[in-house]
């Protein structure tokens, strides 16, 4: 294995375990703070890299809550967070931080919750549909728009060149 692979595996390691410890640093149910090393590492490893935390991170977070939406939701949430966290890096790389900070909002709240939502309703699940949309718009939204800023942040605070130079 080439010292890159070995890097890229350790730091990937690394920012599944912090996406854990975010993980118990819950705002409501399921939703904490366990995406921000996911959107991390795709700006500052590459998209494939986050995409991988954010899906391990987000089932992490659902196993330490209980899986409140059931583990076949969560896998839809967690392949949604996956793609997220891929198009963040990438959107990131080819434009700009702050498009990107925008997108990967939009996905990761709005847009992962519509998808749950209707995935409970196709399922047949009492509690889904708009309830579950109305009751977790505002929590989700924020909760990823500071997962996804505080990771833009660090990452502007590791590439500065005195943080390098040290």
């Known amino acids: 294995m080439s010292k890159n692979k070995t890097n890229q595996l350790v730091y990937l390691g690394v920012l599944i375990a912090l996406s854990f410890i975010g993980a118990q640093l819950k705002i409501q149910g399921s939703?904490?703070?366990?995406?921000?090393?996911?959107?991390?590492?795709?700006?500052l490893i590459s998209p494939t890299i986050g995409g991988i935390?954010?899906?391990?991170?987000?089932?992490?977070?659902?196993?330490?809550s209980g899986f409140p939406m059931t583990l076949p939701i969560h896998l839809v949430v967690a392949i949604v967070m996956a793609v997220t966290c891929f198009l963040f890096g990438y959107i990131t790389n080819k434009?700009?931080?702050?498009?990107?900070?925008?997108?990967?909002?939009?996905?990761?709240?709005?847009?992962?919750l519509a998808i749950s939502a209707y995935t409970m309703t196709l399922m047949g699940y009492e509690y889904a549909g708009m309830a579950v949309f109305t009751a977790m718009f505002v929590p989700l939204?924020?909760?990823?728009?500071?997962?996804?800023?505080?990771a833009g942040i660090l990452h502007s605070i590791i590439k500065s060149p005195s943080v390098r130079k040290n």
């Open 95 to 112: 434009l700009n931080l702050y498009i990107a900070i925008i997108i990967a909002t939009l996905l990761n709240g709005p847009v992962a």
């Open 53 to 64: 935390v954010g899906f391990f991170g987000h089932l992490l977070t659902s196993l330490s």
């Open 141 to 150: 939204t924020i909760a990823s728009f500071v997962n996804i800023v505080i």
């Open 31 to 43: 939703i904490a703070f366990d995406s921000m090393p996911a959107f991390l590492g795709a700006i």
